[in-house]
């Protein structure tokens, strides 16, 4: 039956209301469930459509056109895009208008076809009810809904709507309206300089990405949020430190399924260029997007290198949103376990890094492509370290060098390793007449 009054409560988003037409009346009740988004996927079964189902004295019209499953308060294009609260409620129901459904239940004032699976819009009056009642329901502007207590539909619908999407698991933007301090990516640099480049934070491949960066993330009712950053860097203070899978598909675990990172923002794509209001706009319409971050150990580890390498070690990664880890009891990491991941890194690091740089001889290691220790331009035969090291090599030739480099557990270092490290073989050269000369490689060969 019609239920009295016009609650409004958690689950369901009820409305009763009237239509008349002098002496016709009709009365209906609207009834709406949300069915929000759970671990990555729809929830809404298959069978329901989008907006309402009617039912006319409890029975199901299964004919009813698509306009009719929709009153213009729920239509994004009925609603105004420049009244404030319409504008907002258009851009709500345009990213999760298709997780309502429910019911509008009419009682017999409305006009029926004969068969009783539509509403009758046109043509002569019908025994079953009022066509002019079905007219005026349908063609009932978004102003004029309004509750019988005062204030207008939009405005409520749009209040239930906001605590409804707080259940879903996709994420929302926060806009610079909410406090999100939104950012061009790349940002603007002072005095020419670069803009930084973004890393893919398991390939370790440069990202091209344009769009904007907000500071805040909505996930269901968790909220993200990440500190102001200084010249294009997280800070530490307040820092928003998180799990990311490295792989979606594989169970996550601490140790071997994810990275630790600290975050710097989230990025959404968007053509640059844009205004405040429309960077506004397109912030609440995104979904989706990546996370920006620094690795946990970066800033230890840029300490101890210099120049390429340690800019490389600085860059920020970026990875998609979904790989954000949210089903932890902590969604932060405790300060306790990062410090504790990052001493552990530290001390990889220390048994890992470069140490020491040995010449070999090839006749008891691994040939190199030129296939000896050292190989002068026009010398036809292998010149042993030995003979090298007493100086007979004229000025000016070329030298291939068999090296290893070995690492504080002494063990040696491959190639792949040491350019992913963005580390450089330099040796120093020093003449018979005590010149000293530093000597850069200018390639390296297999065998590293």
């Known amino acids: 039956g019609l239920r009295a009054g016009g609650a409004s409560d958690a689950e369901v988003f009820c409305y009763e209301f009237d239509v008349t037409d002098g002496a016709e009346r ?40 698509a306009e009719l499953r929709l009153l213009s308060f729920m239509d994004p294009f009925e609603l105004s895009r420049r009244a404030s609260g319409q504008k907002e409620l258009r851009h709500t129901l345009e990213r999760v208008g298709h997780r309502l459904h429910g019911e509008l239940l009419l009682d017999p004032s409305f006009a029926v076809n004969k068969m009783k699976s539509d509403l009758l819009q046109s043509g002569e009056e019908s025994s079953s009810g009022s066509i002019k009642l079905v007219q005026m329901l349908r063609d009932r502007k978004v102003a004029e809904w309004v509750r019988p207590g005062g204030g207008t539909l939009v405005d409520e619908f749009l209040q239930w709507l906001r605590g409804r999407e707080q259940l879903d698991d996709n994420f929302r933007f926060a806009p610079n309206s909410e406090r999100g301090d939104v ?71 601490k140790t071997t399924n994810a990275v630790w990172a600290e975050v710097y923002g989230f990025y959404f794509f968007a053509r640059s260029g844009l205004s405040a209001v429309e960077v506004e706009e397109e912030c609440r319409r995104a979904t989706d997007g990546e996370v920006l971050y620094l690795e946990a150990g970066a800033r230890a580890k840029a300490a101890s290198l210099t120049g390429d390498a340690k800019e490389k070690a600085l860059m920020l990664r970026a990875l ?47 040939a190199t492509a030129a296939g000896s220790s050292f190989v002068g331009g026009d010398i036809e035969r292998d010149v042993p370290i030995e ?46 007449e005590g010149t000293v000369k530093l000597i850069e490689a200018s390639h390296f060969y297999a065998g590293g």
Request: a positive charge.
């Open 387 to 432: 003979y090298a090291c007493e100086g007979f090599i004229d000025e000016g030739k070329k030298l291939w060098l068999a090296v290893q480099v070995h690492n504080g557990s002494n063990k040696v270092i491959s190639k792949p390793e040491l350019e992913k490290g963005g580390y450089v073989v330099k040796l120093t050269a020093t003449h018979t």
């Open 183 to 253: 950012e061009a990516w790349p940002p603007a640099m002072e005095d020419g300089a670069s803009p930084p480049q973004l890393l893919h934070g398991v390939s370790g491949d440069v990202l091209r990405l344009t769009g904007y960066v907000t500071k805040i993330l909505r996930a269901g009712d968790k909220t993200l949020t990440a500190p102001r950053s200084e010249s294009g860097r997280p800070v530490e203070a307040d820092a928003l430190r998180l799990w990311l899978r490295k792989d979606k598909s594989k169970v996550f675990n």
């Open 320 to 366: 998609p949103l979904e790989l954000i880890e949210l089903k932890q009891s902590s969604l932060r990491i405790p300060e306790k376990d990062w410090k504790a991941h990052v001493r552990s890194l530290q001390d990889a690091h220390e048994k890992t890094k470069p140490s020491a740089v040995v010449c070999i001889d090839t006749a008891t290691a691994d």
């Open 26 to 65: 009709g009365r209906a009740l609207l009834l709406l469930r949300y069915y929000p988004i759970k671990d990555g996927g729809e929830t809404r079964p298959a069978e329901c459509k989008a907006g309402f189902d009617v039912r006319w004295q409890s029975r199901l019209l299964k004919d009813v056109p």
